[in-house]
């Protein structure tokens, strides 16, 4: 469905996004973990063509036969919202707050060549199925009219309308109460064909993903299935991340990983964790590369 190779993604002559290969399989979901900076959301970005200006990606990435990087801006538009559609962490910035949403449901559709009329119809029919409560009442309201999760099944009608191979999700839920998350989830992954859901949220990715992809300093630093990856993490990034996770007893101090994610541009050279890892050493100032059969990691001292 989707296959990554050397992806790079500058803002000049800084990289945000070094060298970053993956695959997705049919019908399969990915999650793509990491604190915020690590490169996730440009990740997304890239694939759909939507970087901001003065940033630009290189390497290669097709979904299915179709380019995805370095191709004019006419052919994106035939793929965005066709072949490939993504839906956005914030509904309310990402919705025109000057349009009916049953017009911007529709405008999808009419943009990839549905006549207005049916178009105006199956928008109804799209809202609907995401399980909004009264699809034609909403399909009439204005997006301040909605609520936070009301707007988030908007963005995923919308997201669905013509039928996409691929969904990327960029952290659709952050800003949603437990409940109205759960069900978010749980219509995320009933509807969604091959799925790539970016998050913070480990306890997200367990419930939904098949497979998981830990990234740090612009670089996948782990991957594998997501069962592996879980219970026996390699990367000592990918460690620290789990343990911050996890229940602790009363009265014990929560672990943390030393440190902040730096900016980008301020990554140290070889291993981009180095400098918050306690396990590094002077080997540590190379670059380690991603290795492993399945279940791959790029760290010179990996956990056992």
């Not at 000057?98 to 405008?107: D, S």
């Not at 908007?154 to 997201?159: C, F, N, R």
Request: contains cysteine; aromatic residues 4%.
């Amino acid at each position: 469905m989707l296959k990554v190779e050397g992806l790079t993604v500058r803002a000049g002559t800084v990289e945000l996004v070094s060298d970053v290969s993956f695959g997705i399989a049919p019908g399969e979901r990915v999650g793509l973990i990491g604190e915020s900076g690590s490169g996730k959301s440009l990740t997304a970005l890239s694939l759909m063509g939507l970087l901001p200006e003065g940033v630009t990606a290189s390497g290669r990435a097709r979904l299915g036969e179709r380019d995805l990087v370095g191709v004019p801006e006419s052919r994106m538009k035939r793929l965005r919202g066709g072949e490939l559609s993504m839906v956005f962490q914030e509904p309310m910035t990402a919705l025109n707050p000057l349009m009916r949403i049953g017009a911007q449901v529709a405008e999808v559709l009419t943009l990839h060549g549905r006549p207005r009329q049916e178009a105006r119809e199956r928008s109804v029919e799209l809202l609907e199925r995401v399980r909004l409560p009264g699809p034609a009442q909403i399909a009439r309201a204005y997006p301040h009219q909605l609520s936070g999760g009301q707007r988030q099944r908007v963005m995923l009608a919308i997201a669905l309308a013509n039928g996409p191979g691929l969904l990327i999700c960029d952290e659709p839920t952050t800003a949603l109460d437990v409940t109205v998350q759960k069900q978010m989830l749980g219509l995320i992954a009933e509807v969604a064909p091959a799925l790539l859901f970016i998050t913070h949220d480990l306890a997200v990715v367990a419930s939904l993903c098949e497979r998981v992809l830990v990234m740090y300093g612009g670089r996948v630093v782990e991957s594998g299935p997501l069962r592996e990856v879980f219970t026996r993490p390699r990367h000592r990034y990918t460690q620290g991340l789990l343990a911050a996770s996890r229940l602790t007893p009363r009265g014990t101090r929560l672990p943390i990983i030393p440190g902040a994610v730096p900016a980008a541009g301020h990554f140290p050279g070889g291993c981009v964790f180095r400098d918050r890892c306690p396990h590094a050493t002077p080997a540590c100032a190379t670059t380690p590369a991603l290795t492993g059969d399945g279940h791959a990691h790029a760290c010179w001292h990996p956990a056992d």
